[in-house]
């Protein structure tokens, strides 16, 4: 099983809604990592957890909250977001040790802000 | 920091060979990755690189010079299917965190 699952596939929220995006795999992964990507743009790394603890905050907005419950869940929580936050949001994982880990990434969730 | 160039758009025709090159500054760096994606999808992996050379995976090779911060992906026989974009991606840190290139976009013309 080499895959990693996200829900909801399309998200459209108001700019007062509170909503989780949901990331899952079951590879045995210990780093997952949420991505936002623009139309057009390159993903841009948001979030990294290594063994279900927070390792690096790409300086993002406080109104994205992200979650590691366990070693296969990965949640990021919207709150209060604006127009401007609409991207897709990737989830990805990974092996943790040394070298290069290859990055499974999930087809993602599609948000967009009204 | 980190700083990927690569170009924005190639274009091909079918069954041609195309080289898609990528220039990398980062530091910390444990390997450079290829991933394609197409519209609206997630990024899928082609193909990494740690040590300098090159590898070979079916119709896609990718070469990797450390010293000179470079790297190719090489598309052979290429098909229909293959016009998508084409992200270089470098990983660094003790978090393995990717640093993406804008994506070459690449048209395989009949």
Request: aromatic content about 10%; glycine content about 8%.
């Amino acid at each position: 099983d080499t895959e990693v699952t996200q829900t909801p596939k399309h998200l459209v929220m108001g700019m007062t809604n509170k909503k989780s995006l949901k990331c899952e795999q079951h590879m045995g992964h210990r780093a997952m990592y949420w991505y936002k990507q623009k139309a057009k743009k390159p993903p841009e790394l948001m979030f990294v957890y290594s063994y279900e603890k927070l390792s690096i905050n790409e300086s993002v907005p406080s109104r994205f909250s992200p979650e590691c419950p366990n070693s296969s869940l990965l949640n990021l929580h919207l709150h209060a977001l604006q127009p401007e936050d609409s991207a897709l949001y990737l989830c990805a994982s990974s092996q943790t040790g040394t070298g290069a880990l290859e990055q499974y990434f999930g087809p993602g969730t599609r948000l967009t802000v009204t | 920091g980190q700083n990927i160039d690569q170009p924005t758009e190639m274009t091909a025709t079918e069954g041609a060979i195309v080289q898609i090159n990528c220039t990398y500054q980062t530091s910390g760096f444990n390997g450079l990755f290829w991933y394609q994606q197409h519209a609206g999808e997630a990024p899928t992996f082609l193909s990494y690189n740690v040590l300098d050379g090159l590898e070979e995976k079916g119709r896609f090779s990718s070469f990797l010079s450390r010293s000179k911060g470079y790297s190719y992906l090489l598309l052979k026989e290429l098909q229909m299917k293959d016009s998508a974009s084409y992200l270089c991606a470098s990983s660094s840190g003790s978090a393995r965190q990717l640093t993406f290139g804008s994506g070459t976009q690449l048209t395989v013309l009949p």
